[in-house]
């Protein structure tokens, strides 16, 4: 069947196209909303800037289809196959993407505002400049378990997106925008996650080993229990965050702000925090062993039960400061 064959039936009220062979098709501009494809064999096919709202496209073959700024939004395309598909610019609002397999798929600005991605394949997809806010691509019981190693997130908009549980190992987050996102228990060790904005961000348990957080905005982010050993996190602000728990061993720490955070029992051995601001934090029980503290700012920090005593406190200000035995320097 060929383009103009299809527009024609569609017209004239035909909805159902399931398993047709359209490989190769052009469908440039066609308005096809609403249009049922299961299973057809779509490859190779120019569906650019074309109307497929609330489109049927499931376990369809969309293999290196080119799919730049056309309309998906609502579309069903469960378990499809969109590896190497051109969808530079689309919109795929609300759409169904369970399942499908995106990988090396272009995807650079496309609008995937409360995509469904649960169980998706998105390793070595370009997502550069995407909008994905309140998309889903959380794992469910090993169910649905989205795969995302390698994708390019670089200033991608993840605004209230849930993640919990994906594996973002390596994932290029860099000037992200991630604020208020679930990413509870997520991977993200060795991610460059550089001058990304996770304010608000639920981090709980979430693996941070060895990450890229140069400059991140990490103000009020809850990061119980996680782990970011050897971690870069210099001048990340961090300020009024909760880190009870949470590893940080040999974490690079310089010139950031840790002001007003708890940080109860937290591990910061061998962390360099050299002119960090610690001020009004908490850190009641923490360990501190042979951390770098020189010239930090720990005016009104509560050192109550810590181990502090092989730190490094060289020109530390240490005005208000609450010592490990309670007495309060200054004071």
Same mark, same amino acid.
């Given at each position: ?105 272009? !995807?650079?600005?496309?609008? =995937?505002?409360? *995509? @469904? &991605?649960?169980?998706? /394949?998105? %390793? +070595? #997809?370009? $997502? ?54 679930? !990413?509870?228990?997520?991977? =993200?060790?060795? *991610? @460059? &996650?550089?001058?990304? /904005?996770? %304010? +608000? #961000?639920? $981090? ?128």
């Amino acid at each position: 069947m060929d383009g103009n064959e299809l527009k024609r039936r569609y017209a004239a009220g035909e909805t159902n196209f399931s398993g047709a062979n359209l490989s190769g098709v052009n469908l440039y501009g066609a308005d096809l909303i609403g249009i049922s494809l299961p299973t057809a064999d779509l490859h190779g096919a120019t569906l650019v800037f074309a109307y497929l709202n609330r489109a049927i496209l499931r376990k369809a073959n969309l293999i290196g289809t080119k799919l730049c700024g056309a309309n998906l939004n609502q579309a069903t395309l469960t378990y499809a196959n969109l590896h190497n598909a051109d969808l530079h610019g689309a919109t795929l609002q609300n759409a169904d993407l369970r399942g499908t397999d995106l990988t090396l798929a272009y !995807l650079l600005d496309a609008n =995937l505002i409360g *995509a @469904d &991605l649960r169980g998706a /394949n998105l %390793s +070595g #997809a370009n $997502l550069t400049g995407a909008c994905l806010r309140g998309v889903n691509l959380r794992e469910e019981a090993r169910i649905y378990v989205a795969t995302m190693r390698g994708a390019k997130l670089r200033r991608a908009d993840l605004r209230g997106a849930n993640l919990t549980g994906v594996d973002l190992a390596k994932v290029d987050l860099s000037g992200a925008n991630l604020s208020e996102a679930t !990413l509870r228990e997520v991977n =993200l060790s060795g *991610a @460059d &996650l550089s001058e990304a /904005n996770l %304010s +608000g #961000a639920f $981090l709980t348990e979430a693996n941070l080993s060895e990450a890229n957080l140069r400059y991140a905005n990490m103000t009020n982010v809850k990061l119980e229990r996680a782990k970011l050993l050897e971690a870069d996190m210099t001048g990340v602000n961090l300020r009024g965050s909760l880190l009870a728990d949470a590893k940080l061993n040999k974490a690079h720490l310089s010139k950031a702000n840790m002001s007003a955070c708890r940080l109860v029992r937290a591990d910061l051995s061998r962390a360099n925090l050299s002119e960090a601001n610690l001020s009004d934090s908490d850190l009641i029980e923490a360990y501190l062993a042979r951390t770098n503290l020189t010239n930090a700012n720990l005016s009104k920090a509560n050192f109550t039960r810590a181990e502090l005593s092989s730190a490094y406190l060289t020109g530390a200000n240490m005005s208000g400061t609450t010592m490990p035995d309670g007495i309060i320097q200054g004071y």
